[in-house]
């Protein structure tokens, strides 16, 4: 059974902070994402990674990178946590797809952040 | 990048079929048309998708107007646990997803 999980379903901090968000898969996808949810806004693409140590910006990267060390785990990072950070993130993989054709996503569980 | 447009809302009687629609009018000739749900407080999970046929699977069916231009996923029969977002998506430049704000299914008992 595919698998993706993240390191907390809750997580709660106060501005300023650094944090982590973890996510591992265990299918030896190539391609990780990382999105975050917001009501009205629907799913929006922040980073997403093709191999390891390659990262591309999706539409929000602004306050956030990302590390991929090993091909199973891709890491979210909030330099400084700031109250609009405050959302459901949601990390995904997937096979490798010539271009268009777009591969099956499979996602984890969420995050929901509380940034105070 | 080819865009999607959905209903916000749609309402389906328990045990009836349910025909979700989506246009994509800006749609390229080797562009898949992918479907996903969210149910609550999950995230979203992979239902169907297709290029230019008909597709059926276990969980549901899509139907590709000729034009390419609009699909339509269609749920034989609606139960509770159909209750979610919809999203009918289009990759875009990198095999990038944009999920947008999908259909909200509501199934009445």
């Known amino acids: 059974d595919v698998k993706v999980t993240q390191s907390s379903r809750y997580l709660v901090k106060r501005t300023g902070e650094k944090v982590f968000l973890e996510c591992v898969q265990d299918?030896?996808?190539?391609?990780m994402f990382w999105y975050r949810q917001d009501p009205g806004l629907g799913l929006r693409l922040i980073y997403f990674s093709y191999d390891v140590k390659m990262k591309e910006k999706g539409d929000i990267p602004e306050g956030y990178s990302v590390s991929r060390e090993k091909k199973e785990r891709f890491s979210l990072i909030l330099e400084s946590a700031s109250t609009n950070q405050t959302s459901m993130y949601l990390c995904?993989?997937?096979?490798?797809?010539?271009w268009g054709r777009g591969e099956t996503q499979y996602f984890g569980p969420g995050t929901r952040l509380l940034v105070l | 990048d080819a865009k999607t447009t959905q209903p916000n809302s749609m309402e389906s009687n328990e045990e009836e079929p349910v025909h979700l629609p989506c246009n994509h009018s800006?749609?390229?000739?080797?562009?898949?048309i992918h479907w996903y749900r969210q149910l609550p407080s999950q995230g979203p999970e992979y239902v169907i998708h297709?290029?230019?046929s008909n597709v059926n699977n276990r969980m549901a069916s899509l139907a590709i107007a000729e034009d390419r231009k609009s699909s339509t996923l269609i749920l034989h029969r609606a139960t509770l646990r159909d209750a979610a977002v919809y999203y009918c998506i289009l990759p875009n430049t990198g095999n990038q997803f944009y999920f947008g704000t999908g259909t909200s299914l509501t199934v009445i008992p």
């Open positions: 995904a993989s997937s096979l490798w797809t010539p």
């Open positions: 299918m030896d996808h190539e391609n």
């Open positions: 800006t749609i390229s000739g080797t562009d898949y």
């Open positions: 297709g290029l230019t």
